[in-house]
């Protein structure tokens, strides 16, 4: 198994601590699940799927997610320029750890897709 290259040992207080550090923030857990809902995406089609999102932001947090192994970059020696990006590995065992805590969130938080 893949691991995350991340601080030294002895950096994090348990493993949640180590896992909100690689998705921390709001838009790195809805890159990831818009690349679940489409496993190979251009640029523009992720910054359409997560609303709100600046170019900027969307751009750093790819690269930091691919830094730590979660994101997969392809570019394609094409003119233009195509880049396509997809979940690896570490990135699918991610979001899979993730859904319970997003049926969590549809359960018990109004707004949320589920009964308020």
Request: proline share 8%; hydrophobic share 40%; glycine share 12%.
């Amino acid at each position: 198994m893949a691991t995350v290259p991340r601080p030294a040992v002895g950096a994090y207080v348990c493993g949640i601590d180590a896992a909100m550090d690689v998705i921390g923030g709001k838009w790195k857990v809805l890159i990831l699940w818009a690349l679940d809902a489409r496993p190979q995406c251009r640029f523009g089609e992720l910054r359409r799927l997560v609303p709100g999102i600046t170019e900027k932001v969307l751009s750093a947090h790819l690269r930091e997610l691919e830094t730590d192994g979660i994101v997969h970059r392809k570019a394609y020696e094409e003119v233009p320029p195509r880049v396509e990006y997809s979940l690896t590995q570490v990135g699918r065992e991610l979001n899979a750890a993730l859904k319970p805590l997003g049926a969590w969130g549809r359960e018990h938080v109004p707004g949320a897709g589920g009964p308020a």
